[in-house]
């Protein structure tokens, strides 16, 4: 299933206003399928400049920028809205790991959310990505930039970015052969930290991945962040990564009226070994597979002593 089948079958468009956010030119809900409202930071005229020399977005067989209806550079999404408020889903692919602050974005969500309404995520599994060396972000990590505010990517989230983002090729983690990925640049350690004393000095904005998930990680934050009653949503469904892939999609649904330890409680339950760890080493051959099945007999896993250390 497509992400955009996903996302059609989770917030059910038709006869629905709806919004997604940054679809660029490639919105998962297309205006025919409802009435969607496309935003995004930017104007079109300045998406098509910003993105003139992309292939992938301008070039002549890419997919035209979608026209964006909400402008958010200057303001809130509730703001952009008015009266059109609420909406009945919000549809978000690679959008949350920007956010500094995921909790505080996702309470402005809510602000426009009937409900019973569904906001839609896509989020890449760090597994599969540049962020593979990265430690999954944890509810420390999430709770303390939403007390403190946080609008944009802090001096800990760009270091923690820029220096241990690598050159992944996820085929190839997802075949067993790279579990040791190298950097994406030289001098990374130097270039995170003139980038995090940047933006510490003058308050920058810096794109960056400010969180990382696989998709047992998220469901672990998420339910003690719902505990805590600090969004008003119940995890309703989640879809894990699958083979060959590089993201897991979520969908949120607002319950406010519901207490949070009952929406926590509703938090779905996912193997920690197929959807935290690296992947099992496929086997090939009769020799391997009998040494493995002895190491499953010794140790309960088929993982060498070497992997799963790193990410």
Same mark, same amino acid.
């Given at each position: 299933m497509t992400a955009r089948q996903r996302a059609l079958d989770a917030v059910c468009p038709s006869g629905r206003l709806g919004v997604e956010l940054g679809p660029l030119n490639r919105?998962? /809900?297309?205006?025919?399928?409802?009435? /969607?409202?496309?935003?995004?930071?930017?104007?079109?005229?300045?998406?098509?400049?910003?993105? %003139?020399?992309?292939?992938?977005? &301008?070039?002549?067989?890419?997919?035209? &920028?979608?026209?964006?209806?909400?402008?958010?550079?200057?303001?809130?999404?509730?703001? %952009?809205?008015?009266?059109?408020?609420?909406?009945?889903?919000?549809?978000?692919?690679?959008?949350?790991?920007? /956010? %500094?602050?995921?909790?505080?974005?996702?309470?402005?969500?809510?602000?426009?959310?009937?409900?019973?309404?569904? /906001?839609?995520l896509a989020i890449p599994d760090k597994r599969f990505t540049f962020d593979f060396h990265r430690r999954p972000s944890t509810t420390a990590d999430l709770v303390g930039h939403h007390i403190a505010g946080a609008r944009l990517a802090s001096p800990t989230q760009v270091f923690d970015y820029v220096s241990r983002v690598a050159e992944v090729d996820p085929f190839a983690v997802w075949a067993g052969r790279e579990r040791d990925p190298k950097p994406l640049f030289e001098g990374q350690l130097a270039r995170a930290l003139a980038d995090a004393r940047n933006v510490a000095a003058d308050g920058s904005y810096y794109d960056a991945h400010c969180t990382v998930y696989t998709p047992a990680s998220f469901l672990g934050v998420f339910r003690e962040v719902i505990a805590l009653g600090l969004i008003p949503f119940e995890i309703a469904r989640i879809d894990p990564t699958e083979r060959n892939t590089i993201e897991f999609f979520v969908t949120l649904r607002k319950r406010e009226a519901a207490s949070p330890a009952e929406r926590a409680t509703a938090t779905p339950t996912l193997d920690g070994r197929r959807h935290d760890e690296l992947p099992e080493v496929p086997v090939r051959g009769l020799r391997r597979r009998l040494a493995l099945a002895l190491r499953m007999l010794r140790t309960g896993s088929i993982r060498g002593s070497e992997e799963g250390r790193h990410g």
């Open positions: 919105p998962l /809900i297309r205006r025919e399928d409802g009435d /969607i409202l496309y935003a995004d930071h930017r104007t079109t005229d300045d998406l098509r400049a910003k993105y %003139a020399g992309h292939e992938s977005v &301008i070039g002549p067989d890419a997919q035209p &920028i979608v026209e964006v209806d909400l402008v958010l550079e200057h303001q809130s999404l509730a703001e %952009a809205l008015g009266p059109r408020a609420p909406v009945d889903y919000i549809v978000a692919s690679h959008v949350m790991e920007h /956010i %500094a602050d995921p909790l505080g974005w996702l309470n402005e969500l809510a602000a426009v959310l009937s409900e019973g309404g569904m /906001i839609f």
